[in-house]
């Protein structure tokens, strides 16, 4: 299984961007979908999930900024992310969890200038 990161680039403060991850390979159609992000010099941390009942979940710190959709069949989900803030400057990584799961996509870097 591979997972495939895109979408990262610059934006100013106020600005927008949405990362995409296409996953490829044996996938089981029960799946779990997120986005982490790992900021220069802290720890990974958890930022949205898609569970497999299609809820959601955030990170406090990107509650009604970013939003986590996805496409179970198509094993592709995306992170559309809104009002960036200098703080979210990170590197993504998206993430897929099924039962022989997990896998993690290579990053894609997000740099918020203010």
């Known amino acids: 299984v591979q997972l495939q990161a895109s979408g990262g680039g610059s934006v100013q403060a106020g600005g927008s961007l949405t990362l995409s991850c296409v996953a490829s390979?044996?996938?089981?159609?029960?799946?779990?979908m997120s986005w982490y992000r790992q900021a220069q010099g802290k720890q990974r941390e958890l930022v949205a999930t898609l569970h497999v009942d299609g809820s959601t979940t955030y990170a406090d710190s990107v509650k009604g900024r970013f939003s986590i959709s996805g496409d179970y069949a198509r094993n592709t989900h995306w992170l559309q992310m809104n009002s960036l803030k200098p703080e979210d400057t990170a590197v993504y990584y998206c993430?897929?969890?099924?039962?022989?799961?997990?896998?993690w996509g290579k990053g894609t870097l997000v740099t918020v200038s203010s």
């Open positions: 993430y897929l969890s099924d039962l022989f799961g997990p896998y």
């Open positions: 390979g044996r996938i089981q159609i029960d799946k779990v």
